[in-house]
T-cell receptor, first 113, second 116 residues
Framework: SQKIEQNSEALNIQEGKTATLTCNYTNYSPAYLQWYRQDPGRGPVFLLLIRENEKEKRKERLKVTFDTTLKQSLFHITASQPADSATYLCALVGWNRDDKIIFGKGTRLHILP | DVKVTQSSRYLVKRTGEKVFLECVQDMDHENMFWYRQDPGLGLRLIYFSYDVKMKEKGDIPEGYSVSREKKERFSLILESASTNQTSMYLC???????????????FGPGTRLTVL
């Protein structure tokens, strides 16, 4: 069955450093992959999307890579700030209408001042 | 900006009560979704709809029903609330593209439901 894995343990990063979050998946060939941010008690908010034929995408301090051979996406936040502290979810989107979006459980990121 | 609103942020109900959760989106999106989110289990899809009066079961539809009478509104109904339905409920909407449910999902703020 399809499986999407994110590091379930919280990630603590010193302010100013680069935070790197990992999303691995199995038994799936997504059309593209999305990253969302979720703050406590709030709904997820879309951040970035990367297509299966793209290797890398950037948006301000965010960078996403997508390796369909390794079945892995990396999400980087450079020059991290305490305000970046949140849970980050990755999501896989399939090619067909019947392919429902699949969310990972998320990784909690703490940026330490 | 897309806005998805949910009728309540917090709700407390008693076992056996019928519960209605309402979701409204203002971007004319075709697709609407209901999820529940629990610690350690992540987001789980309850029901979704890709058109008015259309509905499809998600991964955990048991104990729930939905209604979509208008394009902008998607309701989740707990026919007889039980304590194991205590959870955060999230509504989302997305536009359709030629590849189905492939567009960005826009989430509402969530409803924290407690069933006593």
């Amino acid at each position: 069955s399809q499986k999407i894995e994110q590091n379930s343990e919280a990630l603590n990063i010193q302010e100013g450093k680069t935070a790197t979050l990992t999303c691995n998946y199995t038994n799936y060939s997504p059309a593209y992959l999305q990253w969302y941010r979720q703050d406590p008690g709030r709904g997820p908010v879309f951040l970035l999307l990367i297509r299966e034929n793209e290797k890398e995408k950037r948006k301000e301090r965010l960078k996403v890579t997508f390796d369909t051979t390794l079945k892995q996406s990396l999400f980087h936040i450079t020059a991290s700030q305490p305000a970046d502290s949140a849970t980050y979810l990755c999501a896989l989107v399939g090619w067909n209408r019947d392919d429902k979006i699949i969310f990972g459980k998320g990784t909690r990121l703490h940026i330490l001042p | 900006d897309v806005k998805v609103t949910q009728s309540s942020r917090y709700l407390v109900k008693r076992t056996g009560e019928k519960v209605f959760l309402e979701c409204v989106q203002d971007m004319d999106h075709e697709n609407m979704f209901w999820y529940r989110q629990d610690p350690g289990l992540g987001l789980r899809l309850i029901y979704f709809s890709y058109d008015v009066k259309m509905k499809e079961k998600g991964d955990i539809p048991e104990g729930y029903s939905v209604s979509r009478e208008k394009k902008e509104r998607f309701s989740l109904i707990l026919e007889s609330a039980s304590t194991n339905q205590t959870s955060m409920y999230l509504c989302a909407s997305s536009a359709s593209t030629g590849v189905g449910f492939t567009d960005t999902q826009y989430f509402g703020p969530g409803t924290r439901l407690t069933v006593l």
